[in-house]
């Protein structure tokens, strides 16, 4: 029986190793005709026999069972080795499209001012005069007017210069507290390097009692709100005018790019103008007819959060569906 | 608004403060700062003087000059026409190094020795002066020849520009600015003293002012004799720096008293007034046709704030010249302006913010400008005509103050801010501040303005924050919903291979006639478009996909898909928002797997990426009413058998005329998208059974008529049915071969052969003896 041990062992397939099995357990193997040599014997010698041969058995069984698996293993093994595939050919980017950086900006804006409690209005792009400039204490006269190239239609309504109509439109219609903001398309006659005539605006405004709102307390929504869209930055109050809010203010924050340090994204100023805001002006709470209420508002140019948070050089691309801007906010 | 550190220490002493500093605080009293410029005068220049200046020899535009430089006496080469002896000049000495890079070096100019250089201002750095050297005369101080030119502060300056808010003329001046910073730094201002000379002879002998009617107009008049008057080095240097000047040295003199004073200033030829022989002008203030303030003798002479008539400036040298000092509400200036346009002076920009109302100081710095670099004799006195101004004054309380900031502020603090600002507190109470506001500051109107000047001078970045304590509220309504969903789909695009595109709501009106667009009708369209290509509002979103996609293929992708959810305008000019779709090229990007050829988009290919867009949809036979669209594979897109949109391959044509390969498109109404919450089936636990039939149908008959034979029979455990495949061969001829997968499951038991069987005969029997189709 010996020699079937080193047969098991030599075994290189299994299938050799199965033909193997056979002959030593199969009812024709080896083990079968040695147990069959028990027939003719009898008493002491016939139980020494069949505790040998049952120690072979097992031992060659055991043996057997082990070599399976080894044998199995390497089998698996070099069917695997046939599927190797070189993984580096397979590096890829996604199918997928993309949302538009500016979109993705405003719903981030959305989403924290949505989670501070304001509501969202939107409002229609066409304005009337009133509503885009009269009732914002923006009289005809004005000389803030200029600062607002706007686009007119022959029967003299408006596309909206800023979101600020949404404000009245939501104050004529509802009455206070207001807490809300607009987000959505604004339009101006400018056309360069810097300025498309379509852009897209966050304003926001909170009307209640008055002598409750202070311009303590804007700071403090600006404050945290910049904070959250551009991490840990310094933000600086600079008094302003708007004809809107009286006191008003322009907000700055450190330079994204530079730190502070100057550079020349920031005109080496260290500082990156980002919003205005203020307090809201009682002519145009007059305009709308409320009464003893107070409130502050805001407002900012989404495509700049954009360009500054994902460092987007050039502005007019944005409104090309230009792939190659695009596919990098997979 | 360009400021000098020397021209505002005119006014204000700065002492003691760094540019920095004021810079600093320029920004934090809303003055914001756009430009820092120091000029700096490099070392071994030195003031000097012109002894003697003779012809060179061998050079006609160069002179031989004898310079007094203090120490020693140096000949110096020079090529400026304007070089002549007895003048102080800056010269560079051998060893300067110029701001332009060159070195002084003894050198001979055509066979003549030069030892250094004689300087213009734009040689030494500084703001240009024009053509010639500097030349320099008292009004930049004492000096002393050999002194470095550098130590001088006229010249070593600092200049600043700001950027004014539309409501601060008050600043468009020196003076203006300095009064803001007065209230800063809480240093006086220096006030201008007015004096009058005792000339004999009284303005009375030669005007006379009468007005027409009562208009909201002050004027103030000096008559002069000029003579001889010459623009010293420190006005020249100034009106350099702001970079502006006029046409004669008269009006460049005024130019700069307004720059600094801010008050309004005209020079008048005196004999325009005058009728012939007679010595006494007439000046008359009117109102003309378009109801403008106007100035006039027996012709216009100019419009008060706006214009002056060139026919009454002064042209002379010498002569009997009036000088004016106007002051005009801009209020008044810019509503009538507004509604009469006409055209403007350089002026205009001061009077329409707000010019400065104290009219006797700004005229009276003038007469002694003039006095003091000129022979001129000025008559004695002024004839003025002042329209009383109604005082305004604004009533605010400590608490007012305090409530609107969020921060007590001292009330000392208060007070003394709004003194140094020019305003009068005197009549205040304990805690009432009774506030008169100065006619130079026409924007206070209200407690808040009141209130801002406060804020500006006390700082912002010194006011706590402070979180608003509010009511909780439901703040979630139909715009927010609205703005989700849109969210929602736009995730959807993106997620399903198409990127997100924004595009103006402006195209090109010719264009969209042209493919059979509506555009905004005639009398609502748009009066000023920036560009004739974007001069209408948009009806669509497929016409800037359309664009961009030729744009993405110019620029190399193979596979474009974008979407755009937008605005959309019905020539009515209603709003509304719809989303859109376009796929061309390849299906997808190359890769290993498509073995570098990805199959070309396919109209069931963009279906199906539609509907994982959207939903479920169902197509009809639909022709597009415009010319986008293939002939032949355009379709209604249905959800909840509504119409949501179209659907389509893009013309051959249009492919063509914007380079595109194969191309679909689909333009949807957003708000018929469908968004409600689902509501779940109750599902079967028995198993589905699948069966299919293969139909021969004539080619041209659609499937549609198939599929609603189908659902009018009704069957009861029917689930779905859909087309799997389609085949025509010779042998069919004009028919076709459409086979459709059938989906039967009961929710009470698992269906039995026979009840397949007798729901496939239904279907069959229905389908022959309605349309006349069987099995094949």
């Known amino acids: ?330 | 608004m360009i400021v000098t550190r020397s021209w505002l220490n005119e006014w204000i002493d700065l002492n003691g403060i760094t540019t920095e500093e004021i810079a600093k605080v320029f920004n934090s009293i809303g003055l914001e700062v756009d430009r820092l410029h120091e000029y700096r005068v490099p070392k071994k220049i030195i003031f000097g003087k012109v002894l003697e200046c003779e012809k060179h020899p061998d050079a006609d535009k160069l002179n031989v000059c004898q310079v007094d430089i203090g120490s020693s006496i140096r000949q110096i080469v020079c090529g400026a026409s304007n070089v002549r002896a007895g003048l102080t000049v800056a010269v560079a000495v051998v060893g300067a190094q110029m701001p332009g890079g060159l070195a002084i070096k003894p050198v001979k100019l055509r066979g003549v020795d030069s030892d250094g250089m004689i300087c213009s201002a734009g040689e030494l750095g500084l703001a240009d002066t024009g053509k010639g050297i500097l030349e320099i005369d008292s009004s930049i101080g004492e000096i002393k020849l050999g002194d470095e030119v550098a130590t001088n502060n006229f010249f070593n300056d600092d200049l600043i520009e700001i950027e004014l808010t539309a409501n601060r003329g008050d600043c468009l001046s020196i003076r203006g600015v300095a009064r803001d910073l007065s209230a800063a730094f809480d240093r006086p201002i220096k006030e201008y003293i007015v004096t009058d000379n005792d000339d004999k002879r009284g303005i009375g002998r030669v005007l006379n002012l009468s007005h027409e009617k009562d208009l909201d107009v002050n004027l103030n008049y000096k008559a002069l004799d000029l003579k001889g008057l010459v623009i010293p080095t420190i006005v020249k240097l100034r009106l350099a720096q702001i970079e502006e000047s006029r046409e004669s040295d008269i009006e460049n003199m005024l130019l700069y008293i307004t720059q600094s004073t801010g008050v309004i200033l005209r020079a008048y030829d005196h004999s325009f007034f005058c009728s012939d022989d007679e010595k006494m002008a007439k000046v008359i203030l009117c109102e003309n046709e378009d109801g403008f303030a106007c100035i006039k003798g027996k012709n216009s002479a100019s419009i008060v704030g706006i214009v002056q008539d060139d026919a009454s400036k002064v042209q002379e040298s010498e002569c009997t010249i009036l000088l004016e000092a106007s002051y005009i509400p801009p209020e008044i200036i810019s509503r009538k302006m507004s509604e009469t346009k006409i055209e403007s002076g350089p002026m205009f920009y001061k009077t329409s913010r707000g010019s400065e109302p104290e009219l006797d100081a700004g005229l009276s710095y003038c007469i002694d400008m003039i006095e003091a670099h000129s022979a001129s004799k000025t008559y004695s006195g002024k004839i003025e005509l002042t329209n009383s101004s109604v005082e305004k004054i604004v009533i605010v309380t400590k608490q007012e103050i305090d409530e609107i900031i969020g921060a007590k502020i001292d009330k000392f603090v208060v007070a003394n801010i709004l003194k140094n600002l020019g305003f009068d507190t005197s009549k205040s109470s304990t805690d009432n501040f009774v506030i008169t506001v100065p006619q130079f500051r026409h924007d206070i109107v209200n407690k808040q303005d009141i209130v801002e000047e406060i804020v500006r001078m006390v700082g912002i970045d010194n006011i706590p924050s402070k979180p608003f304590i509010l009511t909780e509220d439901n703040r979630l309504e139909d715009n927010y919903f609205e703005y989700k969903k849109r969210s929602i789909f736009r995730h959807r695009g993106a997620n399903n291979g198409f990127y997100e595109s924004v595009h103006f709501v402006f195209d090109e009106k010719k264009t969209l006639n042209s493919y059979g667009f509506a555009t905004t009708k005639e009398e609502l369209e748009l009066l000023n478009p920036i560009v004739q290509t974007l001069d209408t509002l948009r009806p669509t979103l497929l016409t800037g996909l359309l664009k961009a996609a030729s744009q993405n293929v110019k620029n190399g992708y193979s596979s474009v898909r974008l979407f755009e959810i937008g605005s959309v305008f019905t020539p009515e000019r209603e709003e509304s928002y719809n989303m859109a779709f376009i796929f061309s090229g390849d299906k997808e990007n190359e890769n290993l797997a498509n073995a570098g050829k990805p199959a070309k988009v396919d109209f069931a290919y963009f279906v199906q990426k539609i509907s994982d867009v959207i939903g479920a949809v169902t197509l009809r036979e639909f022709k597009t009413s415009h010319t986008l669209s293939h002939d032949y594979q355009s379709a209604e897109v249905l959800m909840n058998d509504t119409v949501v949109g179209e659907l389509f391959r893009v013309h051959p044509n249009v492919e063509k005329e914007y380079d595109l390969d194969v191309t679909f498109m689909c333009e949807l109404d957003f708000s018929k998208i469908p968004y409600a919450l689902k509501i779940a089936q109750k599902t079967s636990k028995y198993q589905a059974s699948f069966k299919d039939l293969s139909l021969v149908m004539p080619k041209e008959m659609s499937y549609e008529k198939v599929k609603n034979v189908i659902q009018n029979t009704d069957i009861t455990n029917l689930v779905r049915f859909y087309p799997v495949d389609k085949y025509s061969d010779e042998a069919l001829a004009e028919n076709m071969s459409l086979s459709v997968r059938f989906v039967l499951q009961s929710t009470e038991k698992t269906l039995e052969e026979e009840d397949i069987t007798s729901a496939m005969d239904s279907i069959l029997e229905a389908l022959k003896s309605e349309l006349g189709i069987g099995l094949r």
């Open chain 1, 1 to 330: 029986l010996k020699e079937w041990y080193d047969k098991i062992n030599d075994a290189t397939t299994v299938e050799t190793l199965e033909e193997i099995r056979i002959s030593i357990f199969g009812k024709k193997g080896v083990l079968a005709a040695e147990f069959a040599k028990m027939k003719g014997l009898s008493g002491p010698e016939k139980g020494k026999l069949a505790k040998e041969l049952n120690t072979h058995k097992s031992a060659l069984m055991n043996e057997f069972t082990a070599k399976k698996i080894t044998l199995q293993t390497e089998a698996l093994r070099e069917a695997m080795k046939a599927e190797a595939i070189d993984v580096s050919m397979f590096s890829t980017s996604p199918q997928s499209g993309a949302l538009h950086p500016v979109m993705e900006t405003m719903d981030r804006i959305v989403e924290y001012f949505s989670s501070m409690n304001f509501a969202v209005k939107t409002g229609q792009i066409v304005e009337d005069d009133f509503n885009n400039f009269e009732a914002l204490n923006l009289p005809k006269y004005h000389p803030a007017r200029d600062m607002q190239d706007t686009f007119y239609f022959k029967d003299e309504m408006m596309l909206r210069t800023h979101t600020s109509p949404v404000q009245i439109r939501t104050m004529m219609s509802t009455k206070p507290p207001i807490r809300m903001i607009a987000p959505g398309a604004v339009f101006r006659r400018d056309y360069d390097l810097t300025h498309t005539p379509m852009f897209h605006q966050v304003e926001g405004l909170l009307v209640d009692k008055e002598g409750t709102v202070s311009f303590a307390n804007l700071k403090f929504i600006l404050e945290d709100f910049l904070r959250y869209m551009f991490g840990e930055v310094e933000v600086r109050f600079r008094p302003s005018f708007f004809p809107f809010t009286e006191p008003s203010a322009e907000v700055d924050i450190s330079c994204v790019f530079c730190k502070g340090e100057g550079c020349r994204v920031c005109s080496h100023t260290g500082w990156l103008e980002v919003l205005g805001c203020g307090i809201v002006d009682p002519n145009v709470f007059e305009a709308v007819n409320y009464k003893d209420v107070s409130g502050y508002a805001f407002g900012l140019g989404v495509e700049r959060f954009a360009m500054l948070i994902h460092q987007i050089g050039d502005l007019r691309s944005l409104f090309e569906g230009d792939i190659k801007l695009l596919e990098q906010f997979q």
